[in-house]
């Protein structure tokens, strides 16, 4: 393997590398299972049913989640929050979402709101990436139902206070849904303790799974329209699709060898500790914004302490110098990998003052080392001498 | 003639998880395509002795299962069986 490969800082896009387990997973289900879970009743099919089974106990496991017929896969968190938002919204609903969204909320709730289904309002985040608690106080009305929630920024890494804000629409009856993109895997999450209400996930970032793997859990009591409708192996004579969770939500061929990888990432971090995970990973955050607090000409971006709990996610822009020059320069002269611009997540950067200029964003993961880090800000000191002129 | 218990779910999750469930349990069962003479909505089926429908009906119940339905099925041969819907609200029923 390449050693330039092995330096890889952006793990908050995709994470890699996955354990040796994900890559195996899905050639074995291929190959040996290979049913499509839910027809007929072969034995392949059988072996497929366990499978997706397994995946959902896995999810449920790893949330804390009591049943797991509420956790339903998607492609990726941008499907599940799709399929959050638009069937649970209804018509004449008030809907509130954080400046730290991802496109993934802002957009279909542009969708919505530019068909007059919805109104919404942002609560506004600090330079550091938290909201503004006290304007999410001011903002309810009498029609909001949902409160959406990026429980890490992928711009800043700025972890939101879930509790705070969950009481605070709690006390209003409003719903929660939290956008887990960037924290599961990385950060545990217990969604009854919580009271989280609406969780979407992908299985290719924390979760260390393949791409196309991802879900959405929904709490009892909150019963969404489906986005998709069709096969599902079940009530094959009704020309409606079936109400009962988790085939509700669910519909055409599962991702099975996709699944079969997922498990294996997520049973890596039960057998890892998500606590050792979280750990590791912040103390390597931690090392890098300190080493790059030094480096003249460099201003970090999200909360000011390298002891501020975040992500493994560091944000920054070198004084004179373009953020698409500095990755193409990070890449060509050193093989370091990493994400520059706006991270899909424009409102965010308004919040953090780097709109529309954007960012160098550097996201270590659980395999990342400290040598790697140690070559990386090597590189970036001198790359700020060189804007320096 | 032979005859065997059935029971049926509403969904491939639910067939799924009383198999999972159903594993510590010292009754003997088998998960078994839905044969054509039985209406269900999930295409497996949960195939038991007919002494221990009742008991497995009980533990499923007890963990939560959804379930849709009980079916005793007389077989001869290849021919199609005659089907007897179970009541199984008592121990005594259907044995």
């Given at each position: 393997m390449s050693n330039k490969l092995n330096l890889y800082f952006d793990n908050a896009a995709t994470s890699w590398p996955k354990p040796e387990a994900v890559y195996r997973a899905p050639e074995i289900q291929m190959r040996e299972a290979s049913g499509n879970p839910g027809r007929s009743g072969h034995t392949r099919t059988l072996e497929s049913d366990r499978l997706v089974y397994r995946a959902r106990e896995a999810v449920a496991n790893l949330f804390n989640?009591?049943?797991?017929?509420?956790v339903i896969f998607a492609y990726n968190a941008t499907d599940a929050l799709n399929i959050a938002l638009k069937g649970f919204l209804e018509k004449g609903d008030h809907v509130l979402f954080t400046a730290m969204e991802h496109n993934s909320v802002l957009r279909p709730l542009g969708r919505l709101r530019q068909e007059g289904t919805i109104v919404s309002d942002v609560i506004p985040c600090s330079e550091e990436g938290y909201p503004d608690i006290e304007s999410l106080e001011e903002a309810y009305r009498s029609n909001t139902r949902l409160l959406v929630v990026n429980h890490a920024s992928n711009v800043t890494g700025t972890i939101a206070p879930l509790e705070k804000l969950i009481a605070s629409a709690h006390k209003r009856g409003v719903k929660v849904l939290v956008d887990a993109a960037q924290t599961a895997g990385v950060i545990p999450i217990d969604v009854q303790k919580t009271g989280i209400d609406m969780l979407a996930f992908t299985?290719?970032?924390?979760?260390?799974g393949p791409t196309g793997t991802g879900g959405l859990y929904v709490s009892r009591g909150i019963d969404l329209k489906p986005l998709r409708e069709g096969g599902t192996g079940s009530q094959s004579e009704s020309d409606l699709h079936p109400a009962s969770m988790p085939e509700k939500l669910e519909a055409g061929t599962m991702n099975s060898a996709g699944l079969a990888g997922l498990i294996e990432g997520v049973n890596y971090i039960l057998n890892q500790g998500p606590e050792n995970i979280r750990q590791a990973e912040d103390s390597l955050r931690k090392y890098l914004w300190d080493k790059l607090q030094n480096i003249e000409g460099i201003t970090l971006y999200g909360p000011?302490?390298?002891?501020?709990?975040?992500?493994a996610v560091v944000s920054f822009t070198i004084d004179g110098a373009d953020c698409g020059e500095i990755g193409y320069i990070l890449e060509s002269s050193y093989g370091i990998l990493c994400r520059t611009g706006l991270h899909c997540a424009p409102l965010a950067h308004q919040a953090i003052g780097t709109?529309?200029?954007?960012t160098v964003r550097l996201s270590p993961g659980y395999f990342t080392g400290i040598e790697d880090i140690d070559f990386l800000v090597k590189a970036l000191h001198e790359i700020s001498k060189l804007a320096a002129g | 003639m032979a005859s065997s218990c059935y029971i049926t779910f509403p969904t491939i999750f639910y067939a799924i998880r009383a198999e999972s469930i159903l594993k510590n349990h010292t009754c003997s069962f088998k998960m078994v395509p839905v044969p054509r003479s039985i209406s269900s909505s999930c295409g497996t089926a949960l195939r038991c002795e007919c002494s221990d429908i009742y008991q497995i009906k009980e533990y499923l119940l007890e963990n939560n299962l959804e379930l849709e339905g009980f079916y005793r099925l007389e077989e001869e041969g290849l021919k199609t069986p005659a089907v007897k819907v179970l009541n199984l609200d008592y121990p005594e029923v259907d044995k």
């Open positions: 989640v009591e049943d797991p017929s509420r299985g290719h970032k924390g979760l260390l000011k302490s390298s002891a501020a709990q975040t992500v709109f529309p200029e954007g | -």
